[in-house]
């Protein structure tokens, strides 16, 4: 990607700062960022430049930006992404928000500014926040983070990454009122993430506050320097680490998961039937670490095809032919042979389906859609999944709670 990253960057600092020894093991290993987060790099360009020019996205629309992904190696392999309507459809909630702060006369914005975080984690630290408006007369301070992905929900409660932007915008634009002026004063981080449901949103704190994150932002940074760093595997930590793969302690982590440590266990047999010869409460460990096993999992079992591939010898394994592909008729031919199909068989060689919900709704617009379709459409019930016991989400009712005790044997 574009651009040169912290050693101890706000965007891992969730990473970091609950294990120290991160930066150490990530240290030379390749950028595994990906066209998502490329596709994310482009939409932030043409915000930046929407903010800075008072222009609007649709202006765009069509526009190519060009950068360099690494491939696995981290080689880097130039890519164009194009500003599409979807991306300016995304923009709006977030340009118009900043925007009404902004018709405050006394307001002031900075537009993807890179903060210096040194004051803060005792190297050369910095960040690049994507707005920030202070509000000398209103004594606010607001951090602006866009968010692009679609997968996880980004909460900006506590959000580490924002904290350290803030912490930096603090350090770079607070005006002297806001600091020699015992009057409150509130710091707003926003993340608009427009393409998750339940991501983004507002948090506040007070000055006061903000300075207490500085300190253990000090540190955290300073477990990183260490001579002998904590390891701290997990979820959280390691989901993104570039490390993960050659990390000794995310192995022995997931190792001692699923071993189980059965000498211990053995007099736990008796925990219940369902759960066979481990307890309940190692059932829970391994179950919140599913993805995390499973991904380990998957990188062996990727890592063992690349070597025997190459000729090297992985014992007790060898690669073998596995079933054959589905048939297929090539793009390239497609037409031709669609052609043949219909002087053969006519119309009954094309089947009639009717597009996706999504796709329909795209097309006709929300309020188009609801009118022509909105009664037809029905949605399946949620189905339930395990989270951890502190999930913010209400638990699912058990089976025995639909019915009268009398009825429950």
Same mark, same amino acid.
């Given at each position: 990607m574009p651009g040169s990253h912290a050693r101890l960057s706000p965007s891992s600092a969730h990473r970091w700062t609950a294990c120290p020894a991160a930066p150490g093991e990530e240290a030379g290993t390749p950028d595994s960022a990906g066209i998502e987060a490329a596709i994310g790099t482009a939409f932030h360009h043409f915000a930046a430049i929407c903010l800075e020019e008072d222009r609007e996205p649709e202006e765009f629309i069509g526009e190519a930006y060009w950068l360099d992904i690494p491939d696995k190696d981290g080689n880097p392999i130039r890519t164009c992404i194009e500003f599409d309507e979807e991306m300016a459809e995304a923009m709006h909630a977030?340009?118009?928000?900043?925007r009404d702060e902004m018709a405050d006369p006394?307001?002031?914005?900075?537009? $993807?500014?890179?903060?210096?975080?040194?004051?803060w984690l005792g190297e050369e630290a910095f960040g690049t926040a994507d707005a920030i408006i202070v509000l000398p007369e209103q004594r606010r301070m607001i951090v602006f983070d866009w968010k692009y992905g679609r997968g996880v929900p980004v909460s900006p409660v506590e959000n580490k990454q924002g904290l350290l932007y803030a912490l930096g915008?603090?350090?770079?634009?607070?005006?002297?009122?806001?600091?020699? !002026?015992p009057a409150p004063v509130e710091i707003e981080i926003w993340i608009e993430q427009p393409r998750c449901p339940g991501g983004g949103g507002?948090?506040?704190?007070?000055?006061?506050? +903000? +300075? $207490?994150?500085?300190?253990?932002?000090?540190?955290?940074?300073a477990a990183t320097r260490a001579p002998e760093p904590a390891y701290s595997p997990g979820e959280d930590t390691c989901k993104w680490c570039s490390a993960k793969a050659t990390c000794e302690a995310r192995a022995q982590f997931l190792l001692e998961l699923v071993?189980? !440590?059965?000498?211990?266990?053995?007099? $736990?047999?008796?925990?219940?039937?369902?759960?066979?010869?481990?307890?309940?409460?190692?059932?829970?460990?391994?179950?919140l670490n599913k993805k995390m096993i499973e991904q380990w999992l998957e990188q062996l079992h990727a890592d063992?095809?690349?070597?025997?591939?190459?000729?090297?010898?992985?014992?007790g394994l060898k690669l073998v032919a596995g079933r054959r592909g589905p048939r297929h008729i090539p793009v390239e031919v497609q037409q031709e042979a669609m052609e043949v199909a219909e002087e053969v068989f006519g119309d009954a060689v094309f089947q009639r389906k009717l597009l996706p919900v999504s796709k329909l709704e795209k097309m006709l617009g929300k309020e188009n859609f609801d009118r022509a379709f909105g009664h037809w459409v029905k949605q399946n019930p949620p189905k339930p999944i395990l989270v951890p016991e502190d999930d913010k989400r209400e638990a699912v009712a058990p089976a025995s709670s639909l019915f009268d005790d009398d009825d429950v044997s």
């Open positions: 977030g340009l118009d928000a900043l006394s307001a002031q914005m900075y537009v $993807e500014k890179r903060v210096s975080l040194t004051k915008a603090w350090t770079a634009y607070a005006p002297a009122s806001f600091i020699e !002026d507002r948090w506040s704190l007070t000055r006061g506050e +903000l +300075l $207490e994150w500085g300190e253990f932002f000090r540190e955290a940074a071993n189980a !440590d059965y000498d211990e266990l053995a007099d $736990e047999a008796t925990f219940g039937e369902d759960t066979g010869p481990i307890s309940k409460e190692m059932r829970t460990k391994i179950l063992a095809i690349s070597e025997l591939m190459l000729g090297k010898p992985v014992p």
